[in-house]
């Protein structure tokens, strides 16, 4: 059983920056992407960016593209990603998620573990 904790959210001025940590307890399948979605109120879950297991390939949505970025440390089981510029448009509940459709990365219908989410609030 994979369980998935994130970290790193919190209120921050537009233009700002963050770091969600998602730190894994258990085993990563090599066959797994590990994601970051989000979801504001209101609005559906939106993938956000997506890391490759093994071979460390990442994608990113549209909105987020050269903003963002997702990293991982294999030693410490845990993916970061590192957001700049944020817009107030970036506030969302940010969760992790492992598992994954390679094919169609950001559907959320198709990965296995959630972390709990992380508030994320870009606010002046």
């Known amino acids: 059983q994979l369980q998935l904790v994130e970290s790193g959210g919190g209120l921050v001025q537009p233009e700002g920056s963050l770091r969600l940590a998602c730190t894994a307890s258990g085993s990563i399948s090599d066959s797994y992407t590990i994601a970051w979605f989000r979801q504001a109120p209101g609005k559906e879950r939106e993938g956000v960016s997506c890391?490759?297991?093994?071979?460390?390939?990442?994608d990113y949505a549209d909105s987020v593209e050269g903003r963002f970025t997702i990293s991982r440390d294999d030693a410490k089981n845990t993916v970061y990603l590192q957001m700049n510029s944020l817009k107030p448009e970036d506030t969302a509940v940010y969760y992790c998620a492992a598992g994954g459709n390679r094919l169609y990365p950001f559907s959320a219908y198709d990965y296995d573990y959630w972390g709990q989410g992380t508030q994320v609030t870009v606010s002046s």
């Open positions: 890391i490759l297991i093994p071979s460390g390939n990442t």
